[in-house]
């Protein structure tokens, strides 16, 4: 799990970084000494997810998420890797990203019919609103994050 959090500033729009740790204390704006809301904070680097977990991190989540159903002996998995942690640095703070490992969790697998790897699913304040099956361009996932993010 990552140990900062990114909450935006609903004042000046400044990227906030907040420890872990200090989750739950007051917290403020770095640039303009606004107020900041914990609720939509995102996670600075992508999550893991579990069965368990999913509905608390993934459609409990107020704002964008996308989640990337992967194996770990999947070549097109292992290729994608690389790729959305590029977008996971550039949307910071404005998509939460999870993954969830379908060789050890079968549940939300099932559910969302995830028949190969990768598949990626976008939620939009826990509701399903896009999807890509399969190894796809660049390109073509950047412009659903673009959408997502808005």
């Given amino acids: 799990m990552t140990s900062n959090f990114i909450v935006h500033c609903p004042r000046c729009g400044a990227k906030n970084r907040i420890p872990k ?7 403020v704006c770095g640039k303009c000494g606004s107020p900041l ?11 893991s997810v579990t069965d368990r977990s999913f509905k ?5 989540f107020p704002g964008p998420v996308t989640l ?6 999947c070549g097109y998995s292992r290729k994608l890797a690389p ?3 590029e977008f996971v640095g550039r949307y910071a703070g404005r998509v939460k990203f999870a993954r969830i490992d ?13 028949t190969g790897t990768p ?16 190894f796809v361009p660049r390109n073509e996932i ?6 997502l993010a808005g």
Avoid: H
């Avoid at 608390?56 to 409990?60: F, G, L, N, P």
């Avoid at 990337?68 to 002996?73: A, L």
């Fill in 21 to 27: 740790a200090r989750w739950g204390q007051k917290a």
């Fill in 37 to 47: 809301a914990p609720k939509g904070a995102f996670p600075e680097g992508a999550i």
């Fill in 56 to 60: 608390e991190e993934v459609t409990d």
């Fill in 68 to 73: 990337e159903f992967y194996s770990p002996t």
């Fill in 83 to 85: 790729i959305m942690e």
């Fill in 102 to 114: 379908i060789t050890t969790n079968r549940a939300i697998p099932s559910q969302y019919q995830i």
């Fill in 119 to 134: 598949t990626l699913i976008f939620f939009s304040s826990g509701r399903l609103v896009n999807r890509v099956n399969g």
């Fill in 142 to 147: 950047e412009s659903r994050l673009n959408y």
